[in-house]
């Protein structure tokens, strides 16, 4: 595999998604993006927003779930960041999406106010469903597009990052960020869960129940010739392998957070009020970085 979308393409058009306004505006005006006025994109009435431009080569698209219609603050959270993920794909085909944003820390595992992370996989720790098979569907555990060389090149933590809809943790999701294993926790990162691409081996999750065990059966319910079974590397490799995806839509993402606050700390809420905007600046330097874009016009997983 040679570049972002797997199937050999080069990265022409990058979706970011973004949360919060004060997320978003720094890298706006970085990339010289402007706001799409003509509201043809997206269905009459939502709030979201696209930003966009050409920067070096690449063609950027920022879209922001914008503002809710009654409350006013920003549409945070695993609902808002879906539809508009869905949306913009639909309309603007991107190559690679990069979810940008905050996250909590934990200390335990090492994490600071103002580190950045890219997430090496993404899970739910507020879908708890406690029957067979639907416990891990509501886990939806996930490998993240593998970017190794913009790793080396680039100064980032690495951890895997556990999303809920929520920005304080109660114990069962405290308990459940323990068992995903997650050094960052956010409220958006679901965008990508149900779309990442069967024939992508690095988008590959196991599966590891019984009936799907050889992929048969999960070939027999998606509806798909079972020759791709044998032809796919993705299978072919991991044998056992079933990946659990909606193959609909196939576009990588990545997963770039900085940490506002301490989850295992005092006071996570306050923290992450009073860090917002400074944090923000860190992520927004890391995310429009010249390594980042330079290697995002030449090969990103190379
Ligand atoms: N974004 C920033 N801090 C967060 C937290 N503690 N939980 C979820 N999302 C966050």
Not at 31 to 47: A, C, I, K, M, Y
Not at 152 to 171: A, F, I, Q, R, Y
């Amino acid at each position: 595999m040679t570049a972002a979308g797997g199937d050999g393409r080069r990265i022409s058009t990058v979706l970011i998604i973004i949360a919060m306004q004060t997320e978003a505006l720094p890298l706006v005006n970085k990339f010289q993006l402007s706001e799409d006025t003509d509201g043809s994109l997206f269905p009459t009435g939502v709030p979201w927003i696209r930003y966009h431009g050409l920067y070096k080569e690449l063609h950027i698209n920022l879209v922001w779930p914008g503002k809710d219609s009654v409350l006013g603050v920003d549409s945070v959270g695993m609902i808002s960041a879906s539809l508009v993920t869905y949306a913009s794909i639909q309309a603007l085909n991107p190559d690679l999406i990069i979810n940008v944003g905050t996250a909590g820390g934990s200390r335990a595992k090492g994490a600071c106010v103002g580190d950045v992370y890219l997430a090496s996989n993404v899970a739910f720790h507020d879908r708890r469903i406690p029957i067979p098979v639907f416990d891990m569907y509501g886990i939806g555990s996930r490998r993240t597009f593998s970017t190794p060389n913009l790793l080396k090149e680039l100064n980032l933590k690495v951890g895997k990052l556990s999303t809920g809809d929520s920005l304080d943790m109660s114990p069962q999701d405290e308990a459940s960020i323990l068992a995903n294993d997650a050094t960052i926790k956010d409220m958006e990162a679901c965008l990508d869960v149900r779309r990442t691409y069967a024939c992508n081996e690095i988008f590959c999750t196991v599966f590891p129940y019984e009936n799907y065990g050889d992929g048969k059966q999960w070939f027999k319910e998606m509806g798909r010739p079972a020759s791709q079974l044998t032809s796919d590397p993705c299978f072919r490799d991991k044998g056992a392998a079933v990946a659990y995806v909606a193959d609909l839509l196939s576009v990588p993402a990545i997963f770039v957070k900085a940490v506002t606050d301490i989850v295992d700390g005092a006071k996570p809420t306050s923290e992450f009020l009073q860090n917002l905007v400074t944090v923000t600046a860190a992520l927004d330097q890391a995310v429009s970085q010249k390594n980042l874009v330079a290697k995002l016009i030449s090969r990103l997983t190379e």
